[in-house]
């Protein structure tokens, strides 16, 4: 907007009125001069050597913003002077130190400043703090609404306040209000409250510019809630409207703002805008519309030198957008003597930030550039073939702006309705701009390939197959492929009647040829057979590609193409793949096999099939259109998402808008709803729209305001967006402004969230800061975890950087006194019960934590290292398992420091137990030492040992460790390809020693010793042996040698033993009385008895481990071994084990032989060789076995029908078999095999052997009884 020369402008007075407050030293307190206070037409009185200022409170002199020199300073309004501190020096008037410097009444007058007085000046009291008040008397309470005399509210006030307040004589029509009292906020609050205890409720218009609206209002309304609680007094902001959106870069343009409070919140309030409104003045930062975009290259210039031209002279910043080479409104073309006409640009404009009238200069230069390039740029058409224009501009081309810098012209490449390239650009320049174009587009080698022609007789027609096989083949990205692979483009033009010839475009006309045999293929590879249609709704092309699409790749192996939104009327095509995966098909290259024709159309028809059966369950599609005002589409836009989530509908309709026609268009049923609901929705806004004027306004806890607006104004945003209610939260009070339902639901959520903050309490942790990481857990995780659990609040303390983001961030809390939280702190918010919960948690974790949080810091030597992490962390994670502490060791980076620390974490005794460990480890890494000695490689053998026995006595004798690692490490011998005697050894100093003392020791043994041999019979060598080499050893072990026998076969008769000579001739003197020829004693044993007195070869057993007595029978034949009875169960005699085994039970095999009567005769001889005796020890031996043989003459085999019945016989520890031994005085042989079909033997006398099988039998029956028992108590 403009203003006229006859009557000057809102803005023009505005600027005028601030441009004559200029503010001077005299408005300062002075440090030496303390002044008193008179009427307001006395000069200050001052000493008399200084020369008197100027009046500082003549409105001639010194005019204020909002008043004129000619008014009378008889109508005072209410005024901030200067705060003077205790040390008289000037506090300032800003707004953030306290409270405005200057107010103006409600009628604009001109307000006076406090003049000098005559009263000699004050005595300054440290630490004390003093302000002053000028009031109109007009704008005080009356002497009935005070219901008391003035200076009784006064005392009264003083009497519950800290700072002091005082109203000492003034003007007639002004009072002056004086506070004194600590320095700091309360002082001020204290002045504050009184004026608004004895001052009248004032309403004030003042104006600013438009442009300052935003920035008066803030994000989501932070910045006008902090001035109105943090001042007291309501600010009203007209609200927005097309036609400020017209004027916002208009700087003329003005808004009123009306403040309503008391004088001293009105002025407060006014002050603080003002201040927003010079600090924004300065810098703006504004659009440039009106200008095509096709001449943004031309404005900038060359290498943007026009731009920085600009930039420098003006200091502000242009910024220019980029040439684009599409447009949506191209420039026209014009007849043979016409201009072209260029549109301007709809976004993308030209952006201009800096001084304010700085930019106003540039845009206008700006605009006078355009106007004159309107008359100068000319519009050259070239055209070209469409599948050429991607090499001109573009990936495939080159850029805009070297498009500009070569030729100084602009392109704008064609659109669908228009196929000429148009070239912008001084008549002088197009020539060169054509020049380029026609280069960049012409350079490329183009081939078309038509496709059709390779199925001619497909039933749909050639060419509308061959756009089927293009869809398909760029869905699955094979164009792509081939692309990539031979550098070709590819352009796939349609026509109404099917596919156009391929175009193929590449710098290589080989890459071509090798592009179209790739192409070639796979057309051939798809023939008519291999693809089906399938016309649908363009409505559920959506739903096919998400839901039905896989469904029938998996089920029929056919692909579905569903067309793109650019290409709605295209058909779904059904391709046929087969049942190979997905993921690792391969496009077919070649012509189906004939006998696979029929499986691809048996798939189609049936894929076909399902598509019909599926979309004959939905409805059909419909459309239909309502009107609706814009100014409800985005509500209306929320709702129905919010009713459509809500319902129960498979699929959704869409809606879309032209104007205030809005188009619902889905499912028949769907539509018919939701057109009701959008319908029921308008009406209830427009009735709503007619109650938006009820008011209701409620108490609200002041102290709960903040969580009622919530950080930034989120809550109360979300408040307002859930009830459609406008929600204004002030002094205790909530005010709800809307239709009176929805602020009646809005005044009971509030109502009982104040209830339920009524209940929240407010614990204060004291927590060492070294625990809070912990506490809080990654990225919030553990304190998240608490609060969503226990609905509380938890708040570490921030960091200097968070605070003072956050409090940036929060508009809500502005204006209000925020409890600086320590270090240490923690605070939980919330109800009581959750709060008294989440508090007991986090101390118990707390303490958990300081359980497990003792320390300790291990320094070893870098190069230690590998040995204390082991192959892939194998030992360092068994000592942590071990002892349950963390144990953080460092990377072995390579620097230049020699130690390094390992730091380990837990309780008291994980730490105490991992650094024993470490430090062991530590100690003897530190003393270990290595040392290498000689030794003949014939000793190896022998120091190593028969499973390295010897070389691990060694090490444990010596004090280090059998375990296998640790040993091979301690001791190593040179690899037997390897040459060399040298045998290493590691470990500590006292260890090391002892074993190279040992192998020394041993080695010396070694080279001492003497090898004779003794010729033994090769017949006697299995004596020397033993059975299992247990003799041999015996002889080696006492008498310290070696002896070695030769291998069996080898026919050799030389026993060589090896050791110290006394040693050896001892040795010698065994072997040779262990093969001295014995005198054998033969003892003959009836062949029939000979098993029952073997006893299963016990008796032999028993003789060489008791007596050292060899058995022999002198080359005698064994009689044969008594068989047990064949097993019965084959031919049927036992019941089944599946029969009832109650019932089973008394059946069984049962065969009793008599031993006396066996069909052997006659004796076999024992031949008995040993020392003479031992020898009549055993045959003393062998004749009681024989007796007992002879009184037990009997055998009885008895079978049982289930082998799982035998383990009744043997009871728990063999106890029932042992007993029944001792009752029947036989013996009992239970066969370990059961499942064999093995017979239990009983050895005794005929009554005996009776007497056992009934006591056999009886203990089955009682186990198999015990059985049944169990189980019919688990039953």
């Avoid at 000429?420 to 020049?435: H, P, Q, R, S, Y």
């Avoid at 779904?572 to 159309?601: H, I, T, W």
């Amino acid at each position: 907007m403009s203003a006229s020369t006859s009557e000057p402008s809102a803005a023009s007075l505005l600027r005028e009125q601030h441009a004559s407050h200029r503010a001077t030293v005299e408005d300062a307190a002075d440090d030496d001069l303390q002044a008193g206070t008179s009427s307001p037409s006395q000069p200050a009185a001052k000493p008399a050597s200084s020369q008197a200022p100027p009046p500082t409170d003549s409105l001639e002199l010194f005019p204020e913003l909002g008043g004129s020199a000619g008014k009378s300073p008889a109508n005072l309004a209410p005024v901030w002077p200067v705060k003077a501190g205790a040390n008289g020096r000037s506090n300032g008037a800003s707004p953030a130190a306290g409270t405005p410097d200057v107010s103006a009444p409600p009628s604009g007058a001109a307000t006076p400043r406090l003049g000098a007085s005559a009263n000699p000046p004050k005595l300054s009291i440290p630490n004390q703090y003093s302000e002053s008040f000028l009031i109109n008397k007009n704008e005080i309470r009356s002497r009935t609404e005070l219901k008391r005399p003035l200076a009784d509210v006064v005392r009264d006030f003083n009497r519950k306040s800290r700072a002091q307040i005082k109203v000492p004589p003034h003007a007639d029509d002004v009072l002056r209000i004086e506070v004194t009292g600590p320095k700091g906020e309360a002082t001020t609050k204290a002045l504050r409250d009184f004026v608004s205890l004895i001052g009248t409720k004032a309403k004030q218009d003042h104006f600013i510019p438009r442009w300052a609206r935003p920035h008066i209002i803030g994000k989501g309304g932070a910045v006008i809630k902090a001035i109105e609680e943090k001042t007291g007094a309501r600010v009203h902001v007209p609200k927005d409207d097309a036609q400020a959106a017209a004027d916002q870069d208009d700087d003329e343009a003005v808004i009123k703002v009306v403040f309503e409070g008391n004088s001293q919140q009105v002025a407060y309030a006014r002050d603080i805008v003002d201040n927003i409104v010079n600090e924004r003045a300065g810098d703006v930062e504004v659009p440039v519309k009106g200008i095509p975009a096709e001449f943004y290259p031309f404005i900038a210039g060359p290498n943007n030198s026009f731009l920085n031209a600009l930039e420098q002279e003006k200091d502000i910043r242009i910024r220019v957008p980029p040439a684009q080479p599409f447009s949506a409104t191209p420039p026209v073309v014009p007849g043979p003597q016409g201009r072209p006409v260029f549109t301007p640009a709809e976004s993308s404009f030209i952006q201009l930030a800096g001084d304010r009238h700085a930019v106003r200069e540039v845009r206008e230069r700006l605009e006078q550039r355009a106007a004159e390039l309107r008359n100068q740029l000319v519009v050259e058409p070239v055209n070209i073939q469409p599948g050429r224009h991607q090499f001109i501009i573009g990936e495939r081309g080159i850029s805009m702006q070297q498009f500009f810098d070569e030729t100084r012209c602009t392109i704008v490449l064609p659109t669908e309705e228009d196929d000429d390239v148009k070239i912008v650009g001084f008549a002088e320049d197009t020539g060169l701009g054509v020049e380029k174009t026609v280069a960049l587009a012409m350079d490329m080698q183009c081939s078309n390939m038509d496709i059709s022609r390779f199925h001619r007789q497909a039933p749909v027609g050639a060419a509308v197959h061959a756009r089927h096989v293009t869809r398909y083949l760029q869905d699955k990205g094979e164009l792509e492929r081939i692309a990539k692979s031979y550098n070709v483009h590819f352009n796939t033009p349609f026509s109404e009647q099917g596919a156009l010839p391929l175009e193929l475009y590449s710098r290589d006309g080989k890459s071509i040829v090798k592009a179209q045999a790739e192409v070639r293929a796979l057309v051939d590879g798809h023939p008519p057979a291999r693809i089906a249609t399938y016309a649908v709704d363009p409505f559920y092309h959506p739903y096919i590609r998400k839901e039905v699409s896989p469904h029938v790749r998996q089920t029929y192996g056919v692909h579905l193409v569903v067309p793109e939104p650019s290409e709605p009327r295209a058909p779904v095509l059904l391709v046929y793949e087969g049942s190979s995966d997905p993921a690792s098909f391969q496009v077919a290259r070649e012509p189906p096999a004939k006998n696979a024709v029929g499986e691809m159309q048996k798939s189609l028809r049936e894929a076909r099939a399902y598509l019909d059966e599926l979309m004959s369950q939905r409805e059909p599609v419909a459309s239909n259109q309502i009107e609706v005002p814009i100014k409800y589409h985005s509500r209306l836009q929320k709702h129905v998402k919010k009713e459509q989530d809500n319902a129960a509908h498979p699929i959704r309709a869409r809606m879309s808008n032209t104007g205030e026609t809005v188009y619902i268009r889905g499912p028949a049923s769907v539509v018919e709803w939701l057109t009701a609901k959008c319908l029921e929705f308008v009406e209830q806004e427009k009735r709503d729209e007619k109650e938006r004027d009820f008011t209701l306004e409620f108490d609200f806890p002041q102290r709960f305001a903040n969580h009622l607006i919530g950080k930034g104004g989120s809550h109360i945003r979300e408040l307002r967006e859930k009830f459609d209610v406008d929600i204004q939260v002030n002094d205790g009070k909530v005010q709800l402004k809307g239709p009176q339902a929805k602020a009646q639901a809005a005044k009971a959520h509030i109502t009982a969230l104040a209830r339920q903050l009524e209940d929240e309490v407010t614990h204060v942790l004291k927590i060492d800061p070294k625990f809070h990481r912990e506490l809080i857990g990654a990225q919030g995780s553990q304190i998240i975890k608490l609060q969503n659990r226990y609905k509380v609040l938890i708040f570490f303390p921030r960091n200097q950087k968070g605070a003072k983001d956050d409090d940036s961030a929060s508009g809500s809390d502005a204006g209000k006194p925020r409890r600086q939280q320590a270090p240490d702190e923690v605070i939980v918010r919330g109800p009581k019960r959750g709060a008294d919960e989440a508090r007991d948690e986090i101390l118990s974790l707390l303490q958990y934590l300081k359980d497990t949080s003792h320390t300790a810091t291990v320094t070893v030597q870098k190069k230690q290292l590998p040995s204390l992490i082991g192959s892939g962390g194998a030992a360092l994670e068994q000592l942590r398992q071990s002892t349950g502490a963390r144990i953080d060791v460092p990377a072995p980076k390579e620097s230049e420091e020699t130690h390094v620390d390992i730091h380990i974490k837990g309780t008291k005794a994980q730490v105490a137990a991992a650094k024993q460990i470490l430090e062991e480890k530590k100690a003897i890494f530190e003393d270990t030492v290595v040392r290498r000695i000689e030794v003949p490689r014939k000793y190896h053998k022998a120091l190593i040992g028969t499973g390295g026995a010897t070389l691990r006595d060694i090490v444990v004798k010596a004090g280090g460790s059998d375990e296998p690692r640790e040993l091979s490490r301690t001791i190593q011998f040179p690899k037997q390809d390897a040459d060399g005697d040298t045998i290493k050894v590691e470990g500590r100093t006292e260890i090391v020693n002892k074993i190279v003392a040992q192998i020394e020791a041993m080695v010396a043994e070694r080279e001492s010793q003497v090898t004779e041999s003794v010729d033994v019979p090769v017949e006697k060598h299995r004596t020397i042996v033993g059975r299992g080499g247990e003799t041999k050893r015996g002889i080696e072990t006492e008498f310290k040698v070696s002896v070695d026998v030769p291998r069996q076969g080898s026919n050799s008769t030389a026993v060589k033993i090896v050791g110290q000579p006394a040693d050896v001739e001892k040795a010698k003197a065994r072997i040779l009385d262990l093969v001295k020829e014995q005198e054998g004693e033969t003892l003959q044993v009836p062949r029939a008895l000979h098993h029952a007195v073997a006893n299963r070869g016990q008796i032999f057993r028993k003789l060489r481990s008791d007596f050292h007595v060899t058995v022999d029978h002198a080359g005698h034949a064994l009689p044969p071994k008594p068989a047990p009875p064949a097993s019965t169960r084959e031919n049927g005699a036992l019941p089944l084990i599946t029969d009832d085994a109650e019932a089973a039970a008394d059946l069984h095999s049962w065969k009793v032989v008599d031993n006396t009567s066996a069909a052997e005769e006659g004796d076999i001889p024992w031949v008995l060789r040993g020392s003479p005796e031992n020898v009549a020890k055993a045959k003393a031996a062998i004749q009681a076995a024989i007796e007992q043989a002879k009184q037990n003459p009997t055998t009885g085999y008895l079978v049982l029908p289930d082998p799982k019945t035998y383990r009744f016989v043997i009871g728990q520890g063999g106890s029932k078999v042992n007993a029944i031994r001792k009752q029947s005085d036989c013996r009992i042989t239970v066969p370990r095999e059961q499942s064999q079909d093995e017979a239990i033997e009983v050895v005794g006398t005929r009554e005996g052997v009776e007497k056992a099988k009934e006591l056999i039998l009886a203990a089955v029956r009682e186990g198999i009884a015990a059985r049944k028992e169990r189980d019919s108590e688990r039953e």
